[in-house]
């Protein structure tokens, strides 16, 4: 079902009980995309799963007219009504959060955003931060539902990466493993498949935006490689649904390894990652980027067997590394 018919359902069976809150609190996880990063943009399928690393954020109504938020990434304090677009921070997402609940209140705001996830490398973070901020904030004057929340979240993300496919919003609010498209919106996959996932950072920042702007450039130069790769896309995404399905593990591998090689055409690797990668592929089933690369993160997938040989071997090489599971729980309210 696609967000705008769930919230259409949600509209119509309403029986809004309106709470206020002074204080409130909600958690959201972050998230790694397993295949189809980029391609998603453009329509194809992508599957992604949340990860047990959290962003919590804490909202408070205060007396005095201002939005004020504090995180572990610096610090922003502004009235209300200031324009979205001359804000240069990047916690730009909750002003306008903040913001918009705050149009017909005297109030102020007060936000405290607490992080397990690094910032800009391609583990959710800010999708984290939109979840987790739309719902805190959105508490102090409603009752939203997750498709409510998703739907501000998405358009708070929007303030800082304008082309969003909305995937990264959409896991980090509901939890778990799904496949997503633009059009149809989000199906679960209802099997649990028991890997660990070995992430290492190549401690280059990226930018989401920058990054798929130069995308789009390689799609309008080569139309024809470009559309071919996504049918490739397709057609692997297609495969691993089947093999997630089995758990078949080692062929999973072959596939994010398959993955990679579409990622490279693209333009979105470079030297240092080419190396990380090929370190993760000497011991884990497969290694490769995870979201908008550039920089940012490469997850390698273990299971028991290989899961401690692959963080060693990152280790040894001296990669900043370390290994998550499946979330199944997603956006939590407190
Ligand atoms: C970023 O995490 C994932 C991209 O596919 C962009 C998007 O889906 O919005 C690169």
């Known amino acids: 079902m696609t ?3 769930r919230l259409q359902k949600r509209k119509s069976n309403k029986f809004t009980t309106i709470c206020v809150h002074l204080k409130s609190k909600a958690s959201a996880p972050g998230k790694v ?3 189809g990063e980029h391609f998603v943009v453009y329509g194809v399928k992508a599957i992604l799963c949340s990860i047990n690393k959290r962003i919590t954020v804490t909202a408070e109504k205060i007396n005095e007219r201002k939005i004020s938020i504090q995180s572990n990434i610096g610090s922003l ?19 306008y ?23 800009g490398v391609g583990l959710g973070s800010s999708s984290a931060c939109c979840v987790a901020g739309a719902a805190a904030i959105s508490k102090l004057f409603s009752e939203p539902s997750k498709e409510e ?20 919003c959409t896991v980090c609010t509901f939890g778990g493993i799904m496949e997503y498209d633009k059009e149809n919106g989000f199906s679960k996959i209802e099997s649990e498949p028991n890997f660990h996932l070995v992430i290492a950072n190549s401690n280059i920042e990226h930018s989401t935006e920058k990054i798929v702007k130069e995308v789009k450039f390689f799609k309008e130069k080569n139309e024809n490689v470009f ?59 497969g290694t490769k980027i995870t979201g908008a690369g550039g920089g940012g993160c490469i997850f390698a997938l273990t299971d028991d067997t290989n899961l401690e040989g692959t963080l060693n071997q990152f280790k040894e090489k001296n990669y900043e590394c370390f290994s998550v599971k499946i979330d199944f729980q997603g956006l939590n309210t407190f």
Do not use: W
Not at 78 to 94: A, G, H, R, V
Not at 97 to 119: D, F, H, M, R, Y
Not at 149 to 156: G, K, Q, V
């Open 149 to 168: 929340i998703l739907e501000m979240a998405i358009e708070a993300e929007k303030t800082i990466f304008q082309n969003t496919s909305g995937a990264d």
């Open 97 to 119: 959060l903040a913001n918009k609940v705050l149009q017909n209140e005297e109030s102020g705001i007060k936000i405290q955003v607490e992080s397990q996830i690094p910032t």
């Open 33 to 35: 995309i397993l295949f």
């Open 3 to 5: 967000l705008k018919q």
């Open 77 to 95: 304090e502004l009235e209300p009504n200031q324009p979205i677009i001359e804000i240069d921070s990047p916690l730009k997402p909750f002003y």
């Open 227 to 285: 559309s071919n790769l996504c049918d490739k896309e397709l057609e692997l995404i297609n495969d691993v649904l089947e093999l997630l399905k089995k758990n078949k593990i080692k062929k999973l591998g072959e596939k994010i390894k398959q993955n990679q090689k579409y990622l490279e055409t693209i333009g979105i690797s470079n030297e240092k990652m080419r190396k990380m990668i090929h370190v993760g592929n000497e011991i884990s089933f």
